[in-house]
């Protein structure tokens, strides 16, 4: 599925000293797609996307944009922007000259970038707020500030570090929905940062997930989270159990397991939580195990569970996964 | 309505000591100096009154607006060469220098020399800058002039040496301050958007760190003003500024006089900050 105008990153090493921040990575990044680093802070999403964008410099291996190696240049001159956490919009310049900023840089003229700033302002509809100050404005509308100005470089790559993460969890839901729009309306690829599950898989063309330094497992996000690789990644991505079952370690849905009176794997209800559509039981196997099964609402309430009860837990074989150690 | 009435009674007995404090030792002294500017005096005695004979007499003479020309004088060079040093001295503290030890450390090393007396500061200088100073030594020694320089004491440049040299630390500081507290993220969006290193420092690090600098002049501005040790030291009193008028005054016991010079100095910085503050809003910084 090579295409000459992949992103790719062979063999990227970052060390701080004797640490090691990202080990090793290869992967191939399509074009126009909508790719989601996703892991645990620390594990180095961050460290690889500010290397990509040429915030950080690169300890060994190379990154190439359309064929080129693009790992020692400039950061505005890769075919990348970044759009920052913080969004780390210039805080004495109106809504207009911050989206205009790289064409002054690039000394076009005052008429020209403010108009080419304002088209970008109507993409993310906020032409009507141009002479606002970033202070004056609301955390969702900063954001789309920062990406208009992230894509008036007419980027190839857009480097999006955690940027749902300051935002409401209402506001988060309507924003994620409009990167995706955007994404898809420009067709450029989109990396984008993240420590949520739920935004990765809502998202992603391709989630890669990463932890350690590595890239753990990386694919459709149907794939990631319905065929996890390893423990690591079932846990991360929730909705399995990880168990020893016979000699391996198995994962299987927490929709997948039923209950039963004694039939099955023995287990201690502890707790039950009532989530809306369905119910968590939680419980405890023999072998001290901590499985979660999500019951139908309307079936938990036929038969109601009490924390300390004995259940008996099984599943579909079929649908237990085996775990590479 | 009584607990409103209580909030503010309360508000009032929590800001009363600093207001007692103000009243007593900046506003009624402010006030007893401005009642005297208009008294009169003669040689052996002040006479109380309201006459404007000493602002007319102050307006009146040509020593007086050549005074405060070369007050003016002072105060510009003095701020344009702090400021150049301040700034520079504050970017490399602030972006050059990594680890924030070694920041605090150099930091404090700046703030070493105000741990002796201004006047010692000053007096030190007149050795090293004297006819057979050692400047001159080294210079002749190395071949690099035949004859002493007579200006490197006495003189303006002198007065603007020490004056650059007390207060380089007043513009630091400020600067330093509004400079650390700039998102470093911003330098790195400004990268990403394609400026380059100088492009950064006029679009985005000067006008974030213009409240500490507008901060930094008013220090320098009302401490070169109001001077007038500085000034007799270091022109070995050939030199004048609006400080050495008042101190003269004083010497000779004319206080009216002296007052009222005090009052038009005191305006005149005034207005000059007031201007400043008209272009950068410090409020927010404070």
């Known amino acids: 599925m090579r295409s000459p105008n992949d992103l790719e990153l062979v063999h990227l090493t970052k060390r701080y000293g004797t640490t090691t921040a990202v ?54 001159r890769r075919g990348t922007a970044m759009m920052f956490q913080s969004y780390a919009l210039f805080p004495h310049l109106s809504v207009r000259d911050n989206v205009s900023f790289s064409l002054k840089m690039k000394g076009v003229d005052k008429a020209t970038r403010h108009a080419k700033a304002m088209s970008l302002l109507e993409l993310v509809a906020m032409a009507h707020l141009a002479d606002r100050l970033p202070a004056q404005l609301s955390g969702g509308q900063q954001q789309r500030v920062a990406l208009a100005r992230a894509l008036i470089t007419e980027p190839r790559v857009l480097l999006l570090d955690e940027p749902l993460s300051a935002l409401d969890p209402f506001l988060r839901i309507r924003m994620r929905a409009e990167l995706k729009r955007l994404q898809r309306e420009l067709a450029i690829t989109f990396i984008h940062v993240t420590h949520g599950q739920d935004e990765a898989l809502a998202l992603a063309d391709e989630v890669v997930v990463m932890n350690n330094a590595v890239i753990e497992q990386a694919g459709p996000p149907r794939q990631v989270w319905g065929a996890p690789r390893t423990e690591f990644v079932a846990r991360f991505m929730g909705g399995h159990n990880v168990l020893t079952v016979g000699d391996g370690r198995y994962a299987i849905r927490s929709d997948e397991v039923r209950i039963g009176a004694t039939d099955g794997l023995s287990a201690t209800a502890t707790g039950v939580e009532y989530q809306g559509d369905r119910v968590a039981v939680t419980a405890r196997t023999v072998r001290d195990e901590e499985v979660v099964a999500l019951v139908p609402e309307a079936d938990f309430f036929a038969h109601p569970i009490t924390p300390g009860e004995t259940l008996g837990l099984s599943w579909n074989p079929a649908s237990q996964h085996r775990l590479e150690s | 309505m009584s607990f409103l009435k209580s909030e503010t009674a309360r508000a009032w007995a929590l800001a009363s000591p600093l207001v007692l404090v103000l009243l007593a030792f900046l506003v009624l002294p402010i006030i007893w100096i401005l009642v005297l500017s208009f008294w009169r005096a003669t040689e052996f005695a002040m006479v109380p009154d309201f006459s404007f004979e000493n602002y007319a007499y102050l307006f009146g003479s040509t020593v007086t607006w050549q005074v405060f020309l070369s007050t003016f004088r002072y105060a510009l060079i003095t701020w344009v060469l702090t400021l150049l040093i301040g700034f520079t001295v504050a970017y490399y503290l602030a972006f050059h220098i990594r680890s924030s030890t070694v920041q605090m450390a150099l930091f404090l090393l700046c703030t070493v020399p105000f741990l002796t007396s201004n006047i010692i500061r000053m007096i030190s200088w007149i050795p090293f800058l004297g006819r057979n100073g050692l400047a001159n030594q080294a210079l002749l020694s190395m071949g690099v002039i035949d004859q002493p320089l007579e200006w490197l004491l006495y003189s303006d440049f002198s007065v603007i040496l020490a004056f650059v040299h007390l207060n380089t630390l007043f513009m630091i500081t400020p600067i330093f301050n509004t400079m650390m507290r700039i998102d470093r993220s911003l330098i790195e969006a400004a990268r990403d958007q394609g400026a380059g290193g100088w492009q950064i420092l006029t679009n985005v690090i000067i006008p974030l760190s213009k409240p500490g600098i507008m901060i930094g002049t008013i220090f320098v501005l009302a401490l070169v003003m109001g001077d007038f040790v500085t000034v007799r030291f270091m022109s070995g009193s050939q030199r004048s500024n609006v400080g050495r008028l008042i101190s003269n005054d004083v010497g000779l016991l004319q206080y009216p006089s002296a007052a009222a010079t005090s009052i038009v100095l005191l305006c005149t910085v005034l207005i000059l900050i007031g201007l400043l503050m008209r272009f950068v809003n410090i409020r927010k910084e404070l």
């Open chain 1, 23 to 76: 080990k090793d990575i290869n992967h191939i990044f399509p074009p126009a797609s909508y790719v989601c680093l996703l892991g645990p802070s620390g594990c180095g999403k961050s460290t690889t996307l500010r290397m990509i964008a040429g915030h950080e410099s690169v300890s060994s291996g190379s990154i190439l944009l359309e064929g080129q190696d693009i790992s020692s240049l400039a950061p505005a």
